[in-house]
């Protein structure tokens, strides 16, 4: 048996566990809700924490701005 083969035998079980493993974590993700809300993230990086303030006291928010 020449060399190459001998590392295939390693090699391709090693890539099928791998694999395996990341189908499994994938499949997790997907089951606890990883990917139920695609929107918020990207609008809640924008939010500045002061929405509360302005709800609470409109007049104090027209204060602050410029």
């Keep these: 048996m020449n060399r190459t083969m001998e590392v295939l035998i390693y090699l391709i079980p090693v890539a099928l566990v791998l694999g395996g493993t990341g189908l499994v974590a994938f499949m997790w993700s ?5 990917y139920d809300d695609m929107e918020g993230p990207k609008w809640r990086i924008l939010d500045d924490g002061d929405l509360q303030e302005n709800i609470a006291s409109p007049e104090a928010a027209k204060r602050k701005a410029p």
């Design 30 to 34: 997907l089951r606890s809700g990883q």
